[in-house]
Every structure is written in structure tokens, then in C-alpha cells.
């Protein structure tokens, strides 16, 4: 079973430019999450879809970041424009929706350097 | 969901029992605890989770006390591939729209050769 994909693995940029994050989630996973790991810390959720909607967006700082799951399937997160303190890992995770989980599967991450 | 607190470092040999604390005293009637790890450079993987019992899988031994205000990741052999950040969450079963984790800052385990 293929895993939750990522790309880039790696992103720097200047502050002030523009940045995408793609994620591929496992096959048949309604539901999605973007978490932001800033160094040394845990990850934080920015933001939860559930097939082509919004679940929890509470924590994304929408003046600068926006997210799209087109489809239901691929999705997108996406700084403008993006500060010193964007840098981070940006994580993708993926889980069965209609019954009780217990695992998010998470892809290996973005990690971006904004200087 | 009910905080936790964890160690924020911890050794251990390689081939001897890895035991990692998380203290979540706090804890409801319906919350699980969860465990997960994080390798360097890679995301987190479910290791364990567990609600009253103890539990085992391929991978670790979850104890919870009785009174469910701890409990104990238990790595029974340990190996340098095991060195990674361990994170203790307790929270509600993850369902319908709630399925979202809060991480803590989590236990780095460093297995020693």
C-alpha cells in the first residue's frame, strides 16, 4: 500500500515570495489534515478536510495561508506571502473516514526555510 | 482533551527495555491514549493506543495504571532504529469530524549502542 506522498521535500524561499506544498493521501482516506512542525515542537493542525470540505481551519492564519482538496483526493497548501517564521515542516496526513480511527498516517513532510 | 506530561529526554541500550512515562491525570472516562513516534526526518507513525487494559502489538507494550492517570510505553528490545521522539496524546476515539491529534512536545528516546 502506497503511503501518504509529499513534494517538495525541500523548499527556500525569501520572505515575501510565494510557496505551494502538494500532498497525495492514501488511496480511498476521505479525510486530510496539513499540520505545521516548527523546530523542536510537536506538530500543530492547520487545517482538517473531510473529502472536498472544511473540518477545522481554526488554526490556519488565513491572511497568508489558503488550502484546497480538489476532488477529494490531492491537495494543496499554499503561503503568500511568507514570513521568517513560516519556517517549518509542513506534514500531510491521511485516515479512514465512517468508523473509529486510531491512526493518522503521515507523509514525510516539506520542510521549508524561509530567509 | 486531557494534558499530558513526558520526559523530554530519555536513554536507553540497545537490547534493553525502553520505558517511556506520560502522566495525563487529568484524563476522561472516554479518552484513549494514543502513541506515536516521530523518526527524524519523517512523520510521525501510530505505534499503540489503549483505553482501560494493557495492550500489545508487533511493535510495544502499552500499561495503563488502574486509575488511568498514567501509563508506560513499553519498547521491549530495543534497537538504534528505534531512536526517535515519542509523543503520549490522550484524546476522545478519533471519529466523524473529531479526529484531529494535539501533539505535546514528546520524549526524544536515544537507544545507545
Known amino acids: 500500500e502506497a503511503g501518504v506522498a509529499q513534494s517538495p521535500r525541500y523548499k527556500i524561499i525569501e520572505k515575501r515570495q510565494s510557496v505551494a506544498f502538494w500532498c497525495n493521501p492514501i488511496s480511498g482516506h476521505a479525510t486530510l489534515y496539513w499540520y505545521q512542525q516548527i523546530l523542536g515542537q510537536g506538530p500543530k493542525l492547520l487545517i482538517q478536510?473531510?473529502?472536498?470540505?472544511?473540518?477545522?481551519d481554526s488554526q490556519l492564519p488565513k491572511d497568508r495561508f489558503s488550502a484546497e482538496r480538489l476532488k477529494g483526493v490531492d491537495s494543496t497548501l499554499k503561503i503568500q506571502p511568507a514570513k521568517l517564521e513560516d519556517s517549518a515542516v509542513y506534514l500531510c496526513?491521511?485516515?479512514?473516514?465512517?468508523?473509529?480511527?486510531?491512526?493518522?498516517?503521515f507523509g514525510p513532510g516539506t520542510r521549508l526555510t524561509v530567509t | 482533551d486531557a494534558k499530558t506530561t513526558q520526559p523530554p529526554s530519555m536513554d536507553c541500550a540497545e537490547g534493553r527495555a525502553a520505558n517511556l512515562p506520560c502522566n495525563h491525570s487529568?484524563?476522561?472516562?472516554?479518552?484513549?491514549v494514543y502513541w506515536y513516534r516521530q523518526i527524524h526526518s519523517q512523520g510521525p507513525q501510530y505505534i499503540i493506543h489503549?483505553?482501560?487494559n494493557n495492550e500489545t502489538n508487533e511493535m510495544a507494550s502499552l500499561i495503563i495504571t488502574e486509575d488511568r492517570k498514567s501509563s508506560t510505553l513499553i519498547l521491549p528490545h530495543a534497537t538504534l532504529r528505534d531512536t526517535a521522539v515519542y509523543y503520549c496524546?490522550?484524546?476522545?476515539?478519533?471519529?466523524?469530524?473529531?479526529?484531529?491529534?494535539?501533539f505535546g512536545s514528546g520524549t526524544q528516546l536515544t537507544v545507545l549502542p
Open positions: 478536510f473531510q473529502n472536498n470540505g472544511v473540518v477545522d
Open positions: 487529568t484524563i476522561s472516562g472516554n479518552e484513549y
Open positions: 496526513a491521511s485516515s479512514l473516514e465512517g468508523i473509529p480511527t486510531y491512526e493518522q498516517y
Open positions: 489503549g483505553l482501560k
Open positions: 496524546i490522550v484524546r476522545v476515539a478519533l471519529s466523524g469530524s473529531a479526529r484531529q491529534l494535539t
